[in-house]
């Protein structure tokens, strides 16, 4: 791919800046599915569920984040997402993750009501989200 063909990506949380880069490609989980930004993709504004977020730079190297709810701007090969939350997968122990996710499911199964399970199942989304991004960060 040629170099000039770069996106523009930034990463920003409630808290501060997270990632300010070049990229080959963006990877989100949008609402409805993940999709992939690549140069001059179709400008686009998309809610952004709990998931990993893949950035391909331009050294063919794959940067990964477990990311909570935003959404994504893209506009001129320039790729903007507002995140929740952003924790790079580096610093994601994977096997305390998987562990995570154990506690999570387990604790899903076992509360009642509608709100308590809605809440349950986002903890349980979002420990899956650093698991992933952990195995993926380390070619697992």
């Known amino acids: 791919m040629s170099t000039d063909h770069i996106l523009n990506v930034s990463i ?3 808290a501060a800046p997270a990632f300010e880069g070049a990229a080959l490609a963006v990877t989100v989980p949008g609402s409805n599915s ?4 690549l140069y001059n993709h179709a400008p686009i504004i998309s809610s952004l569920e709990i998931g990993v977020v893949k950035i391909e730079d331009p050294a063919n190297k794959m940067v ?3 990311a909570k709810e935003g ?3 893209v506009l001129r090969n320039n790729v903007n997402i507002v995140v929740e939350e952003l924790v ?4 994601i122990n994977a096997t305390d993750a998987e562990d995570h ?11 009642s009501g509608r709100e308590a399970k809605e809440a349950a199942l986002r903890d349980l989304h979002w420990a899956e989200a650093q698991w992933r991004a ?3 960060a380390r070619g697992l």
């Open 71 to 73: 959404f994504v701007e």
């Open 34 to 37: 993940p999709f992939q930004v």
């Open 64 to 66: 990964v984040f477990a």
């Open 88 to 91: 790079d997968a580096t610093t």
């Open 101 to 111: 996710v154990d506690r999570a499911r387990a604790h899903y199964n076992d509360v």
């Open 134 to 136: 952990a195995k993926l």
């Open 12 to 14: 920003v949380t409630p």
